[in-house]
């Protein structure tokens, strides 16, 4: 089992950046295949980036796709992702979740360990 617990959210600028953390607890946080979803009001939960369990393998959404990088260091259980030149479209609650699966997935429902979200507004 792994909990997993976000932070890095806030308010920011258009053209701003963010940095997201997600630590994993958990001695198997290596074998997990990792995700970051958002989910703005009113909308479904989408899928932003993600990253296999030896990191060499990652997929990004067109909608952020060359404004971030997701990272992870199994040494010390942590999730990252770097958003560039952030848009108010990005407004969201950010997720970060775990699936047991071994090539990048990009649907939700395939993770099944959820962090509880952080906020990420930008303001115009």
């Known amino acids: 089992q792994v909990q997993l617990v976000e932070s890095g959210g806030g308010l920011v600028q258009a053209g701003g950046s963010l940095r997201l953390s997600c630590a994993a607890s958990g001695r198997t ?8 979803f ?9 899928f932003v ?4 369990w030896s990191g060499g ?11 971030c990088t997701i990272s992870r260091d199994n040494a010390k259980n942590t999730l990252d992702l770097q958003m560039n030149s952030l848009k108010p479209e990005d407004t969201a609650v950010y997720y970060c979740a775990a699936s047991g699966g071994t090539v990048v997935i990009t649907n939700p429902r395939m993770y099944r360990y959820w962090g509880q979200g952080t906020q ?4 115009a």
């Open 29 to 36: 946080f290596s074998q997990y295949l990792m995700g970051w």
């Open 38 to 46: 958002r989910q703005a009001p009113w909308k479904e939960r989408e």
């Open 49 to 52: 980036a993600a990253i296999t």
């Open 57 to 67: 393998s990652t997929r990004f959404a067109d909608s952020v796709k060359g404004r």
């Open 120 to 123: 990420v507004t930008v303001s």
